[in-house]
T-cell receptor, first 114, second 118 residues
């Protein structure tokens, strides 16, 4: 029972173009969503988050969009750079008794070609 | 040293061994977490500690025993592990428990310990 799914295992993009990473969730109690980036031999690094009271959050080249009715979020990277090549994880949390619990997707490997 | 550190970075152990993983956070956070990442699977939460008290045990087998002596240190004691326990074990910390919504906080991860059980 995977509550957070990243259905694309990998994505290849040309430098300067837009990268769009997608994430779907099934638990309607999730109200906070995060994106993490992971390089080999390092732990995941927080990128950007969004609360369910918003539908968009922007931070520099990174924008996260949330569509609550579709239970879908996406991460846009514009413009993509070779240094963005990494594994991207989306994660979700709910309040209440789920305090402290982050549920992660499987990750999407992004490769940005020069 | 800053951030979240984990030692050792790599560990090979037999099924009858006893070993411990160590995590230390230098961020002044109150909550600490253990995650497991098996090959081709999502990160899986194992344990949560808040102000040194365990608040979550995600149905983890007793061969994994966590210890949190203070808010800065977290250990994972391992004994009689199985080969299927081979994975990347990640420690994380956050200022407070991730409450979700507008009050949500971010978890900061260490680099992980790559464990191989033979």
């Amino acid at each position: 029972d995977q509550q957070v799914k990243q259905n694309s295992p990998s994505l290849s993009v040309q430098e300067g173009r837009i990268s769009i990473l997608n994430c779907d969730y099934t638990n309607s109690m999730f109200d906070y969503f995060l994106w993490y980036k992971k390089y080999p031999a390092e732990g995941p690094t927080f990128l950007i988050s969004i609360s369910s009271i918003k539908d968009k959050n922007e931070d520099g080249r990174f924008t996260v969009f949330l569509n609550k009715s579709a239970k879908h979020l996406s991460l846009h990277i514009v413009p993509s750079q070779p240094g963005d090549s990494a594994v991207y994880f989306c994660a979700a949390s709910a309040g209440g008794t789920s305090y402290g619990k982050l549920t992660f997707g499987q990750g999407t490997i992004l490769t940005v070609h020069p | 040293e800053t951030g979240v550190t984990q030692t050792p970075r790599h560990l090979v152990m037999g099924m009858t061994n006893k070993k411990s993983l160590k995590c230390e956070q230098h961020l002044g956070h109150n909550a600490m977490y253990w995650y497991k990442q098996s090959a081709k699977k999502p990160l899986e939460l194992m344990f949560v500690y808040n102000f040194k008290e365990q608040t979550e045990n995600n149905s983890v087998p007793s061969r994994f025993s966590p210890e949190c002596p203070n808010s800065s240190h977290l250990f994972l004691h391992l004994h009689t592990l199985q080969p299927e326990d081979s994975a990347l074990y990640l420690c994380a910390s956050s200022q407070d428990l991730l409450a979700g919504g507008a009050s949500g906080t971010t978890q900061y991860f260490g680099p992980g310990t790559r464990l191989l059980v033979l």
